[in-house]
């Protein structure tokens, strides 16, 4: 089944930028969106259709994607930025949505 | 306001049948695909599956497929899950969520019900 890769882990400093990669094999054909989970609470769209920002979405949340890799940048981080991210996509046919593995990003 | 409010989760045994509901207000339900996501304690998230706006096409993850059945009723605002033959590694809060354009931005998620499958 298709898969999506994500580091485990990013730590940064506050305000420094923090970059999480996702890859699979059909993003060069299907759109990556970006999700953020803090502890406990359902998750939130933070980019969509690879570097589009919902209304409500702090500028200094980015994407970009080329080839077989998606990124989420977020830049000049904050505390309030530390949780879990999860890049989100459809295999080659798209008929089955597939999450990635997840990046816990931590601002400290 | 959007909300999406998910019930009937619970502790069930080993091979057994649970159905999930997700109660959608504040939009117009029959215009947007809907899917259920769920996520294992201190896991990922992880898709199940996805329901087109008239209930006419469906999909599911390789894990569920042939064992979830996805479903809506318009005429009542409400998402389903049917789940039969469960089995430990089911165990998770499973979120229903709405899909703003049928692709993969979704906008608004229901708070999530747990469902434990142990004896």
């Known amino acids: 089944s298709y898969e999506l890769t994500q580091p485990p882990s990013v730590s940064v400093s506050p305000g420094q930028t923090a970059r999480i990669t996702c890859s699979g094999d059909?993003?060069?054909?299907?759109?990556a969106y970006w999700y953020q989970q803090k502890s406990g609470q359902a998750p939130v769209l933070v980019i969509y259709?690879?570097?589009k920002r919902p209304s409500g979405i702090p500028e200094r949340f980015s994407g970009s994607s080329s080839g077989t890799m998606a990124t989420l940048t977020i830049s000049g981080a904050q505390v309030e930025d530390e949780a879990d991210y999860y890049c989100?996509?459809?295999?080659?046919?798209?008929?089955?949505?597939?999450f990635g593995t997840g990046t816990k990003v931590t601002v400290l | 306001e959007v909300q999406l409010v998910e019930s009937g989760g619970g502790l069930v045994q080993p091979g057994g049948s649970l159905r999930l509901s997700c109660a959608a207000s504040g939009f117009t339900f029959s215009s947007y695909w809907m899917h259920w996501v769920r996520q294992a304690p201190g896991k990922g998230l992880v898709w199940v599956s996805r329901i087109n706006s008239d209930g006419s096409s469906t999909s599911y993850a390789d894990s569920v497929k042939g064992r979830f059945t996805i479903s809506r009723d318009n005429a009542k605002n409400t998402l389903y899950l049917q789940m039969n033959s469960l089995r430990a590694e089911d165990t998770a809060v499973y979120y229903c969520a709405r899909d703003l354009s049928s692709g993969g931005d979704h906008d608004y998620w229901g708070q999530g019900t747990l469902v434990t499958v142990s004896s």
């Open positions: 989100y996509s459809t295999d080659s046919s798209g008929n089955h949505n597939v």
């Open positions: 059909a993003l060069p054909k299907k759109y």
């Open positions: 259709e690879d570097s």
